[in-house]
T-cell receptor, first 111, second 112 residues
Framework: KQEVTQIPAALSVPEGENLVLNCSFT??????LQWFRQDPGKGLTSLLL?????REQTSGRLNASLDKSSGRSTLYIAASQPGDSATYLC??????????FGSGTKLNVKP | GAGVSQSPRYKVAKRGQDVALRCDPI?????LFWYQQALGQGPEFLTY????????KSGLPSDRFFAERPEGSVSTLKIQRTQQEDSAVYLC??????????FGPGTRLTVL
């Protein structure tokens, strides 16, 4: 069974900092990896999807990298803003597209 | 519709009551998933449908949990004789085949 781990569990930074969220997975035979954002009391919003053949994917101030062989992905957030405060989840699907999620990193960006 | 919708958004049940949670996927999405998210944790898989066929129900915690999707679109997750440990957010997601999944806002179930 795929195990997904996210470090750190929580992070508090001042506005403007660049930061890195980490995700690791135990089974490297993945099809893709997806990063989500979850605001309190809300559902999941997809941020980035990286196919297994890709090394990274970028959207605005977000950049996600994928190293399949080592079972790792990182989400880089540039110039963080208070509006970035949320929980960030990474998820890896099996061959039926059933997701295995990490427990998330709860980010707080202080003004 | 524009996205996945779920109803009700919040449900409070007394222990022992039955509840039914509804998911309306994006039109045309053949795959539908249910996940359970406990407080402070990531979502955990419950069950998966492809059209009306339930292909995987390995994540359902007990036989009190039952899901259906009779016409291959709307799905209902039913929990019988609710217990306090059933309190969680129940998320529904849909996708086209093995492509990107889109999640609904979830139903927050509180069992007293």
């Amino acid at each position: 069974k795929q195990e997904v781990t996210q470090i750190p569990a929580a992070l508090s930074v001042p506005e403007g900092e660049n930061l890195v969220l980490n995700c690791s997975f135990t089974d490297s035979a993945i099809y893709n990896l997806q990063w989500f954002r979850q605001d309190p009391g809300k559902g999941l919003t997809s941020l980035l999807l990286i196919q297994s053949s890709q090394r990274e994917q970028t959207s605005g101030r977000l950049n996600a990298s994928l190293d399949k062989s080592s079972g790792r992905s990182t989400l880089y957030i540039a110039a963080s803003q208070p509006g970035d405060s949320a929980t960030y989840l990474c998820a890896v699907p099996d061959n039926f597209n059933k997701f295995y999620f990490g427990s998330g990193t709860k980010l707080n960006v202080k003004p | 519709g524009a996205g996945v919708s779920q109803s009700p958004r919040y449900k409070v049940a007394k222990r022992g009551q039955d509840v039914a949670l509804r998911c309306d996927p994006i039109s045309g999405h053949v795959s539908l998933f249910w996940y359970q998210q406990a407080l402070g944790q990531g979502p955990e898989f419950l069950t998966y449908f492809q059209n009306e066929a339930q292909l995987d129900k390995s994540g359902l915690p007990s036989d009190r949990f039952f899901a259906e999707r009779p016409e291959g679109s709307v799905s209902t997750l039913k929990i019988q004789r609710t217990q306090q440990e059933d309190s969680a957010v129940y998320l529904c997601a849909s996708s086209l085949a093995n492509l990107e999944q889109f999640f609904g806002p979830g139903t927050r179930l509180t069992v007293l």
